[in-house]
């Protein structure tokens, strides 16, 4: 049976194969002629398949060596060079062409000079404001493409809890409302606060017949028709594409579905006694995770909430590629309440993000120092974030990084690497005596970029070593390092730091995202660096430095 191959097709191939040689650089006589002739074929009248060689060449605006590749599309369904530059191509870039706004000569800037390979760095991007120190790209245009990346990513499937948060909430608001009657509660992996949510559930008392006239009203679409006896479950879809589940079960049987639908299945299979199982029941679903909970278990009104946080540790400003100036950073911690704020603009390496070189550094300095009396008591700490290279030693002279009160030292480049080679890096900076806090440590992005491969228990190990603190970045694309990990760090004696690595005044409302990420684990505020007084902080800066002999 012979394969139909399409005009469009055919010119899709050809539109794809000009776009792919801008992006890598390629001869522009040579790009023009193939969306030339992608062009020329969309608009012919009659189908290329079927036709001689000498007929298809005689087409205005394909040539002879057009017509080849066209005859080579038609005999085996696909083109040899086409391949060849999809195989030269990051998947992510490709993707890219998807994006309104983005042509391929932005994009060739995007992948070869920002070196971002996907889309979800792409967005992590233009929220640090990364793009506006490269030619072409403006605020409106930055603006324009994460506009255009959220629209897309609203439709992928999965979804970060603090995107999801604000449906979920309101929807939870209008159910309770709609149904006064019936016992409603949400469940499943938002109950259970997971950094990635991939559907909604709720357990409800409610008929089916009243969910499915509420979810008329609330413009969700039925998604199927089976009807399970006995775990009748109604599923819907919303207009973003965001997978809804009822659960449907009775009064006297609510508490017990829900519990059962709020605990990860590790968690729930481990409850094998009636002691376990009535201790699991005095535990919040975001601690129904992991078993050793239930061999050591904690008080959930000691868990760390997200007013016991104190300051704002790992901020930018416009000194490097922050949106708000330094003055404006404080006043806003100010005028939500935090003791002070320590700034951690990027070091001279990330020049792509304007990073402080030496002079930069002291005229930073004495800013800080003017605010520090304008503003007493609140207090503005010298910081930097600085890049951890290649070899693994920090991106400036022990002579400049002692001029700083703090050193969050983080990976920012390189970023595909071997776990023995991201070992070398860490380990060497976290042995660097000014090394106050590891940023970041995988350099993770939530469903865009799964971090650099590490041992987890050796960098933890190391940490408490050196009398090194680990930050959980809590930006919700990053919750890096990962909540699975803070249980071995707490028993080690580590240190953790909820940071908001905020790129803009908004930015600190991130805090949330952290702080119900360590919760999972259990953290408590006296081992959370940024829940830390004022006058704690100071002292812990001063002890630190005299236990490393600097």
Known sequence: MTTTISNDYIADQFTLLSKLMDIHGENSFKTRSYSSAAFAIEKLPTPLQGLP????????????????????????????????????????????????????????????????????ELLYACQENRLLLYKGFGDKTQNNVREAIEFMLKNQGSHLFAEI??????LNNQLTTALPDEQTAIAGQFARQLEIIDRLLWVTTASQQKIESITQSLNLSAQSDDKLSTTPTLTYKSAEG?????????????????FENSCSTEFLEALTTPETRNLATQLPPFLREQ??????????????????????????????????????????????GFQYLVISDH?????????????????QHAQIAELNKKLAPFHIFKSIECDILNDGALDYSNDILATFDLVIASVHSNLKMSEEKAMMRLLKAIENPYTTILGHMTGRL???RPGYPVDHKAIIDAC?????????????????????????????????????????????AD????????????????????????????????????????
């Open 53 to 120: 060689l000498d007929k298809i060449t005689s087409v205005k605006g394909i040539g002879e060596a057009i017509g080849k590749k066209i005859q080579e599309i038609l005999e085996s369904g696909e083109l040899r060079l086409l391949n060849e530059y999809i195989h030269r191509t990051p998947p992510g870039v490709i993707a890219m062409l998807q994006i309104k706004g983005l042509g391929p000569k932005k994009i060739a800037t995007i992948w070869k000079e920002i070196e971002i390979e996907s889309i979800g």
């Open 165 to 170: 948060e604000p449906y979920a909430t309101s």
């Open 242 to 258: 965001l997978l809804i589940d009822f659960l449907l079960t009775t009064p006297d049987a609510f508490a017990t579905t829900l």
């Open 291 to 336: 078993t050793h909970i239930l061999d050591s278990p904690i008080d959930p009104s000691k868990i760390i909430q997200p007013q016991d946080i104190k300051a704002i540790i790992h901020s930018h400003s416009t000194w490097s590629d922050g949106s708000n100036t330094l003055e404006e950073m404080a006043q806003a911690c100010i005028a939500q």
């Open 347 to 363: 070091s001279k390496s990330a020049f792509y993000a304007n990073g402080l070189k030496e002079d930069r550094i002291l005229e």
């Open 446 to 448: 939530l469903l865009s």
């Open 464 to 508: 408490v070593k050196n009398k090194v603190v680990i930050e959980l970045n809590a930006h919700p694309r990053r919750l890096d390092m990962d909540w699975r990990h803070i249980a071995y760090a707490f028993d080690q004696g580590a240190l953790i730091s909820i940071d908001p690595d905020a790129h803009s005044i908004n930015g600190y």
């Open 511 to 550: 805090i949330r995202y952290g702080t119900l990420a360590a919760q999972k684990a259990g953290l408590t505020p006296a081992k959370n660096l940024s829940s830390f007084t004022l006058d704690e902080f100071k002292t812990y800066l001063t002890q630190r430095k005299a236990a490393r002999g600097i």
